[in-house]
């Protein structure tokens, strides 16, 4: 495996790959990786010949008061463990040499960017669409590799390659979870242990509410009071939002037809976590 | 020359370019060519191996109110003068094939592109941000050439490039003038002919401005008072705005000691012309 951490590195690794034909597979992530970055990584293995791994805690994602200083890093347990899988390349640059200056350019996504996690956490999408964008633009990867655990980054990024025609196919591979169902999480360690043990309440919830659609419900408002009515049960757990809305246009729709996401954020203390869960319901008879 | 109507088409050919390790230059243009337009073309063929231009009106940076429907196209002369030039490639897709839907992802400039052309036209720099980042995504230039015409537009494209780490160096050519020292401009054609013999004063009033700044003018309020004057003296134009900001920030100085921007957008009947002169103090002794 080749680290770079300068962006011309990057570009002469790339050079490199495109001499070679080889297609380029991305996984970006701000490391600290768990088994939900490694079956990203080993999704882009089946989809690339060269597999890049970034991990950059990007500053612009996080707001003033989150938690962007206290964010867990680890490089060199990172490197081994991708090393491990085989990954090609690992560009790991430094908040310098990707903001040499203070951006001026903002991407943002009206509409999409201010509800669910984008509503407590302002700023947050446009700074992951800005990342993203730097990212494709540097290592000018085939595929771009995320997970469904951020499922409204996932959607964003899918609307920015589109909207910005960036010759990228975006994967979304299924959240990997811990045996008892929590989504697997770099801000997991956070967690004390009775947090952790609370933890899983969230898939609970989000597949008593899944359930409940697979059964008939078709009204939202009942399911999004099925959800909160769970995650309530559990004394440690303080919700921020558990909503169901349009898979595509995270609104609210009047009535169960299409695509839903079912959607948590639930905080444990000072840790805030996510959840969520797609749900095609059933055709009605 | 090649024409290409579609995104997959450009693709196709810029693989081509790139199989033959051609360096492409691009001219991104809205057609309706002129002499200006062809001094970008000459600059690119300097620059590249394979000189593409692309010709698309785009209707996202054009006001609700603006003139995207009578705005003047003829693509077929267009398509000859390029011919001419040895152009390689030309792009000129459809509206339909650049915004299969409506773009949800917004670029914008917060600080620039709310002032000079940007206060009375909003959202029209969005819209060029959005329309470029396509153009780069879909071309891939290794050069880019615009402008300094559109010196606002100029400034921003560098920053975009910079910000989101586009893989493309910004060329910026000097403003093409008319023998009257009138800018050229697919616009000027909209201008009656005593309009048109009104419409040096930008250009006259550039210049007294620059003048004063060699002569020793240090007071950018003093300086805009001249070019105010200067285009006040001719009774068929409607002055909108006559600044002298810094040539980086487009911010009023208190003191012009760095390069600065002389701008002016000026309206004659229904159409506006802008102009501006980038202007360098001399070093004082």
Known sequence: ???????????????????AGRRVALVPTMGYLHEGHLALVRRARELGDAVWVSIFVNPTQFGPNEDFERYPRDLKR?????????VDVLFAPTVEEMYPREPVVKVSFPGLDNVLCG???????????????KLFNIVEPHVAVFGQKDAQQALL???????????????????VREPDGLAMSSRNTYLSPTERAAAPVLYRALLAAAGAIAAGERDPAAVEALLRATVGAEPLAGLEYAVCVDAETLGRP??????VLLALAVRFGATRLIDNLPVTPPEEG
């Not at 990172?78 to 085989?86: N, Q, R, Y």
């Not at 509503?119 to 964008?133: E, K, Q």
């Open 1 to 19: 495996m080749e680290t770079v951490e300068t962006i011309a590195g990057a570009r002469a690794r790339r050079c490199t790959d495109r001499a």
């Open 78 to 86: 990172d490197a081994a463990l991708l090393e491990a899988e085989g």
């Open 254 to 259: 009047e009535r169960i037809g299409r695509p």
């Open 157 to 175: 990024i899918r609307r920015l390659a589109a909207d910005l025609s960036f010759p990228v196919e975006i994967e979304v591979t299924p959240t």
């Open 119 to 133: 509503a407590s956490r302002p700023g947050h999408f446009a700074g992951v669409g800005l990342v993203v964008a």
